[in-house]
């Protein structure tokens, strides 16, 4: 594990798919983070890379040469380098290798770097092709929050407060995990989304193209939360697991396969490309208070 800290907050990064596994406001001693309890989703805040969600019979097509995928990736399963680290930042790295390439063949370079400033996490995606040709994937994160934060509170007592009033349905996702053709209304003409539990009941609320780039997990009976800015993520995921104590933040550059995908990547909803040589960068950030 590593840890950086500054005078506010410290959190602590597992080099194994380069995963945030706590956040602590150090003055509060809160922890933002989900505990990860292997009997309800051990993770704290996997990491989606090449992919994001599910593909179509878990495949995709490339060059006429099929590959498999799994959920998500492989990204949050791989041992990461550690490529550089300070007080208050680390930068880890993957690199394509001769196992990633029979599942995803193109070369790369994946960073992953952690940086605090004041109240902030900042967590910035750094894909570089490395390679010849063009690469296409797609990248994303997977946050999942405490809930309740604050003692004596209840998880009924926090909603998300969105920085636009938006008008933006959830886009069902299958028993295959993919995503419907129908969407459902969830957010109609306000910026507030209420929590309760049964939102998830039927799997994550998946919205396309919002207009906000802000999100904030508020209460009207504490002071504590958090604020997620995510600028330049077309997509994002809320989700918790069934009856679970947290609540997921999901800003993605990509998204599961729909029911009626064609498994050809280059079509794919949502596919990041990347020419020979050049990088890409995303960044989202987490303020807590």
Request: charged share 25%; aromatic share 12%; with cysteine.
């Amino acid at each position: 594990m590593f840890s950086i800290e500054n005078k506010v907050i410290k959190a602590v990064i597992n080099p194994k798919g380069a995963e945030l596994t706590s956040l602590v406001h150090k003055e509060y001693a809160l922890e933002y983070m989900w505990g990860g309890d292997p009997a309800v989703w051990g993770k704290h805040s996997p990491v989606l890379f090449p992919i994001v969600g599910t593909l179509k019979n878990n495949e995709y097509v490339y060059k006429d040469q099929a590959y498999a995928l799994s959920r998500h990736g492989f990204a949050r399963d791989q041992q990461f380098a550690v490529e550089s680290e300070a007080a208050d930042a680390v930068t880890f790295l993957i690199k394509s290798n001769e196992e990633s390439l029979k599942v995803f063949p193109f070369v790369f370079e994946f960073r992953l770097r952690y940086t605090l400033v004041d109240s902030s996490l900042a967590v910035t995606y750094e894909v570089t092709n490395t390679g010849k040709d063009d690469m296409y994937f797609s990248v994303g994160g997977h946050p999942a929050f405490k809930m309740p934060l604050a003692a004596d509170t209840r998880y009924e007592d926090y909603y998300l407060l969105f920085d636009q009033v938006e008008e933006a349905p959830r886009w069902p996702i299958s028993p295959d995990g993919l995503i419907e053709d129908t969407p459902q209304p969830v957010l109609t003409n306000t910026n507030r989304l209420s929590l309760t539990k049964a939102l998830f009941q039927k799997d994550a609320l998946v919205l396309k193209g919002l207009k906000s780039s802000r999100i904030s997990l508020e209460s009207d009976v504490t002071p504590r939360g958090l604020t997620m800015d995510f600028p330049g993520f077309p997509f994002f995921g809320i989700w918790a697991a069934k009856n679970a104590d947290f609540v997921c933040l999901e800003p993605w550059c990509g998204i599961a396969d729909g029911v009626g995908a064609n498994q050809q990547l280059t079509d794919k909803e949502g596919i990041n490309k990347l020419i020979a040589k050049e990088v890409f960068t995303r960044i989202w950030t987490v303020s807590v208070f």
